[in-house]
């Protein structure tokens, strides 16, 4: 794969996106090749968490626009053109994006699936569609209202002005920021910490907080209960609160 990079960080899995003549704007290879690192990712039973990052100039710059040029209407509708790219927000297991410099539309809309974001102080998001005659179409839309609320989103899709990585943690958008130089090795340590706890926990946390965005609310707290309380037939939950009570590090065997 040459789209993609990877790396091993103990039980973290690091994905680096790799079109930096193209400022890894995605295309069908890349999609691709991210989709297999996926499959991987999901069945490997060592891996507790996975990063996706690009470089320091660009995350993911978009889509890429040669390669989307010419199709017609009915090319991109029978084809179901960027599906490809929806395994990323399928993925049962925690993602987060470590985000520098640009993250505009296909970009933006990578890092919207990811779990959560931490972003450099020179990271600039944005759905810059409408310059192009068509509205995003991955997602952007309908994850950007959720995350940053309508009057935001709707400024950022009519206009297709960038927000600083500043305005989109005021915003919500973004979790964390911190220096460029210190974003891999901050993202590498929380991404260690979710994989110290019980691969079980963290796949329903992520699956119940994300049922807040599919449902509504009586809907989703019921979702929340009945995962709690399942979550008292693991060993897991056994070890955790043996080990709080009796004042010692939790061993977790994902079972």
């Keep these: 794969m040459n789209t993609v990079i990877t790396e ?26 991210l989709n297999e690192v996926l499959a991987t990712y999901e069945k490997d039973e060592t891996l507790g968490c996975m990063v996706l990052t690009g470089s320091e100039k660009a995350f993911a710059a978009g889509a890429d626009i040669k390669e989307m040029q010419f199709k017609t209407y009915a090319e991109a509708y029978f084809e179901d053109f960027i599906c490809k790219w929806d395994p ?5 297991k925690p993602i987060i994006a470590a985000v520098a410099g640009f993250a505009l539309g296909g970009g933006c809309e990578f890092a919207m699936m990811c779990d959560f974001i931490l972003a450099a102080e020179n990271a600039k998001f944005g759905q810059p569609e409408i310059k192009l005659g068509i509205i995003p179409g991955a997602g952007g839309t309908q994850r950007l209202p959720r995350a940053v609320g309508k009057a935001k989103a709707m400024a950022l899709a009519l206009t297709g002005r960038m927000m600083d990585v500043n305005e989109a943690e005021r915003a919500g958008l973004v979790s964390r920021v911190v220096p460029l130089d210190k974003l891999m090795e901050e993202t590498l340590a929380a991404a260690l910490m979710i994989c110290e706890y019980s691969q079980l926990a963290v796949m329903a946390a992520k699956e119940s907080v994300n049922r807040a965005f599919e449902g509504g609310l009586a809907d989703g707290v019921m979702f929340e209960r009945r995962l709690f309380h399942a979550l008292f037939a693991t060993q897991d939950q056994k070890e955790g609160m043996d080990a709080f009570v009796n004042k010692r590090k939790a061993s977790f065997k994902n079972a």
């Design 88 to 92: 990323l927000a399928r993925t049962r």
């Design 8 to 33: 091993r960080h103990d039980k973290v899995l690091l994905v680096r996106l790799n079109r930096p003549e193209a400022l890894n704007a995605i295309n069908e290879q890349l999609a691709d090749d």
